[in-house]
C-alpha cells in the first residue's frame, strides 16, 4: 500500500517544509516537493494541515498492578487512546517482583502486550531487587531490547532500592550502554511524614501532597546525578514536578554531565490546589511526585523552552474514581497513584505550548517526539518524517477545536484531569506503520497490531 499526503506542512524537529510525503508498505519512501498522484494507491490531500512523527509517550502505565488494585487501561483500551491522541510509539514499565529474575517480568509483560497493543511499544524494567545475578539480568534484557531502567528512590518496603543499588545499576549501564530512569523522591524523610500526618487524623488527598515536599524531590534529584556521575552514566529524571528539582538538572547540563529529565502535562498545567476539591474529588489528582503550588509551572516551561528539560512524556496511570480511587477515602495513602493523560499530551502541549508563543512548532516535535526516540534508542526509526523511517505520521489540523472531557475520550477511565479544557490543534489521521489507524474520529486499527520494539542501549542523545 502507497499513500501519498499532498500539500503538507512537514514538521521535523529542526525544520519545517512544505511538500508532499509517500508511504511504502510500513515506511516513508519519498519526500519532495511534489509527488505524482500516480505514484500512491491513496491520496490524502492534507492543504492546511500539519504533519508530525508520531507521538512517543515514554513514560506510561498500562495493566499495572498497584495498591491492591490495577491501572484500568490495558494495552489495547490504552493504546488505542493514544492513537486517537496522535501517539503512536509508548514505552511502558515491566516490574521486577521482588526475589525473582527481570526476565520473569519480560515474559509476563509481552504477554500483556503481544495480543492486545494497537500501536508499537517498547519496555522499560522497573528494578527492585539486583540480588546475586541482577547485575548479569540487565545485560541479559539489554540484548532484548530493554535498554533502560527505572529504580525508585520512594516507596519503602515496596519498591525503593538503596544508594548502593542505584550505583551498582548506574555503574552496570556505564558498561552496556542501557539508561537508568529515576523516580526522585526521598523515600524516607516522606515515609516519616506520612505516619506523622497520619497519627494526627491527617486523612485527606491534600496530605498526599503535604507529605512530598519539593525538597523532598530536589535532594533526589540532586543525589541520583551525583550517584550516576560517579559512575559515569548517564541519568533520567522521570516526571520532573518542580523548579529546585529542575535546577539541580539544569546546573548538571551546564557542567557537561549526561543528565535528562522529562515532565508531563499535569505538572505544566495544573496546581496542588486540585488536591482540595471537595467530596473526595481531589483524589482524582494524586500521584507522584505531587501537583505544586503555581509559581512551579512558569518554571517548568522555561526549563522546556531552553533544554533544560527535554521531553514530555504523561506517566498515564489511570485508576478510576468510583470503584478505585474510593479505596482511600478514609486514609490518602490507600489511594491509588496515578492519574490519566496518554490521549491529550499533543493537544495540551501543542495549544498551551505552541499557540501560546512558548514553544516552537519544532520544538514541540523534538520533545514528544524526536528527543524520547533518540534517548530511548528508537531513531531514526521512529521520531523523525525521512525516507526509510517508519511511517508514523500525524495529519495534524491546527484549527480544529476540541474540548476535553471524559465524556468523549477514549481512555477507560472515568474522569479527565483535564475535563473542561478548550484546546485548538487537535488530530485529523493517524498513520502507523503506513496504515490509517485513526480518521474521522473512527479507530481503524486493531488489537495486536502494535509490535515490540528491540531498542538500542546507547540511545545517542548523550554521545
Ligand atoms: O503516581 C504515579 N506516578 N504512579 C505511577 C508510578 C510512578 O511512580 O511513575
Ligand atoms: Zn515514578
Ligand atoms: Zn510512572
Partial sequence: MKTLISNATIVNSDKSTRADLLTDGEKIREIARTIPHEAADRVIDASGMLLFPGGIDAHTH????????????DFETGTRAAAFGGTTTIVDFAIQARGTKMRDALDIWWKKAESRACIDYGLHMIVTDLGEAGLEDMNDLVSEGVASFKLFMAYPGVLMVDDATIFKA?????????????????????????????AEGKTAPIYHALTRPETAEAEAVHRAIALAEMAGAPVYIVHLSSEHALNQVREARDRGLPAFA????????LSVEELERP?????KYVFTPPLRPKHHLPKLWDGLKHDHLQVVSTD???????????????????IPNGGPGVENRLQLIYHHGVNSGRLSVNRFVEITSTTPARIFGMYPKKGVLAPGSDADIVIWD???????????????VDYSMFEGFQVKGNVRTVLSRGEVIVENNQF??????????????????WQ
Avoid: W
Fill in 170 to 198: 548506574m555503574s552496570q549501564t556505564a558498561k552496556n550502554g542501557a539508561l537508568i530512569c529515576m523516580h526522585a523522591e526521598n523515600g524516607g524523610v516522606i515515609d516519616v511524614l506520612v505516619k506523622r500526618a497520619l
Fill in 316 to 334: 498515564h496511570c489511570p485508576f478510576c474514581f468510583e470503584d478505585q480511587k474510593v479505596l482511600g477515602i478514609d486514609d490518602f495513602t490507600k
Fill in 62 to 73: 498500562l495493566d499495572m498492578p498497584f495498591g491492591g488494585t490495577t491501572s484500568s487501561d
Fill in 279 to 283: 467530596n473526595f474529588e481531589g483524589a
Fill in 262 to 269: 522529562e515532565t508531563c502535562p499535569q505538572y505544566l498545567l
Fill in 444 to 461: 481503524h486499527g486493531k488489537a495486536g497490531r502494535g509490535s515490540y520494539l528491540r531498542r538500542a542501549a546507547r540511545g545517542g542523545a
Fill in 398 to 412: 491546527p484549527e480544529a477545536l476540541h474540548t476535553i472531557s471524559a465524556s468523549t475520550h477514549h481512555m477507560r
